[in-house]
Structure formats: C-alpha cells, structure tokens
C-alpha cells in the first residue's frame, strides 16, 4: 500500500532524515504500540516499509531547508503496517520534534502499480545506497555494482519474505547522479555521518513478482531509514 500525504512545514534541518524517521515511528507508534515495539526493537533488521519526502520551492542555508510545503509517501508491502500509518495519519493532524512543527493537511491513498512484466523503469524518490561488506560505497558504474545489489536484496528478502530473488536484478539502463548526504542518528554520538547514494531513473530486469517488491519497499540499503523509495515510471 501507498499514501501520499500533503505536509505544512516551513523548515526542516540539513540532516532532516532522523525527523522523518522519527514522524514515521511515531505514526505507527500512536496506533499501534505492538506493532511498533516489533518493528523498533533496537535489532538491526530489514523493515518492510520505505519513505520519501519531497520539498516544494525550498531554499538551502548552512543549517536548515525552507520551504512552502512538502509531499510524502509512505510505502509498505505490509497492510498492517501501512494502515497503522494511515490510521494515525488520517486523525493526527499535528507532530513536533526538534523544534521541527509539521502539520497534516491533506492524506491521499495512492492507486497502486501492478507490475507484470520483467522489466520496469524506476524513478528513486531519493536515493539509493548500495555498500559493500566493509560499508564502502559502490556506485552504479562500478563493475561489482549488480553483485552487491543482488547480495543485499537476497538478504532483504530472505529476511521479509522468506525467499531470495526469483531471479538476479540487472540494470538494463540507467539515468542516475552521485549524491552524498549528512546524517546523525543516536549511535553516532553526535558525529556527522556520510553516505554516498545514487538519486535519478533505473531500469530494471527482474521477476515481476520481485519487482513488486521492490516498489513496495524499496531497493539497496537502509529503506526503512527514508533510502530507496522508488516510483513506477513504465
């Protein structure tokens, strides 16, 4: 399941990553605690769940983004889980964290894609992180790109659905810009994080079935961290 949710906020921190993670947590948290105590346990684990945030006519200082509004979309391949977010979104019309105020305005249920067919093209809503076992970052131009994104994604899969790949994930063509982003999070002990992503359109050849995955919950590493959302292009 998708939503899509129109957001009033004026500003949000460069690292504004760990405040939408933070907005999601607390969604699911406020409808369902036992839901959220399973899926937040302090295990480092897959979730099947991804999100981006997308900021209407923002302007960039050293310290903050403003902007006159944001959509985002939420995404999930487990019902469950997407109607605890939809549950508290549709009748919490308030969150503030940080000093950061979002108001809900508007909660849109997206119609979603059926993907049929071996290939399919992708925008990434974000970006996309693949790294490699020793947490270094490996770019699409890259001979190992393909191996170490089939590795994660078996492992993501072995863990969400009880299976690996039907078939290998290969990139038939692709649009895509390096990107690097400034992080912190609560075991960084106020160190500033850098990851290096990919952000732009990718085609893939794949299993449908697999496909559908990954639209539902994104592709590469840290998904449920606001990683790897991806929208249906053809």
């Known amino acids: 399941m998708r939503v899509a949710l129109q957001l009033k906020v004026k500003k949000l921190p460069i690292q504004y990553r760990m405040i939408c993670l933070a907005f999601v947590k607390e969604m699911i948290r406020q409808s369902d605690e036992e839901m959220y105590n399973r899926l937040y346990d302090n295990v480092k684990k897959p979730k099947p769940l991804t999100y981006s945030i997308y900021m209407r006519n923002f302007k960039a200082s050293q310290t903050y983004y403003e902007m006159e509004g944001a959509t ?117 002990n106020g160190k500033t994080l850098y990851y290096t992503g990919q952000k732009g359109r990718i085609v893939l050849n794949g299993h449908p079935e697999d496909l559908q995955n990954l639209y539902y919950d994104g592709i590469g590493l840290r998904t449920s961290s606001g990683w790897g959302t991806l929208e249906f292009i053809k």
């Open 72 to 188: 985002f979309i939420f995404s999930s391949s487990d019902p469950m889980i997407a109607l605890a977010f939809i549950n508290s979104v549709s009748t919490i019309k308030k969150f503030e964290h940080q000093n950061v105020s979002i108001e809900i305005e508007h909660v849109r249920l997206v119609k979603e894609v059926v993907i049929r067919e071996q290939q399919a093209e992708f925008a990434i809503l974000n970006a996309m992180l693949v790294e490699d076992v020793h947490g270094k970052p490996v770019l699409i131009d890259d001979e190992n790109f393909e191996t170490e994104l089939n590795h994660i994604m078996n492992a993501k899969f072995q863990y969400l659905y009880g299976r690996t790949l039907k078939k290998p994930l290969k990139i038939v063509k692709y649009r895509l810009k390096k990107v690097v982003v400034k992080e912190t999070n609560r075991h960084a």
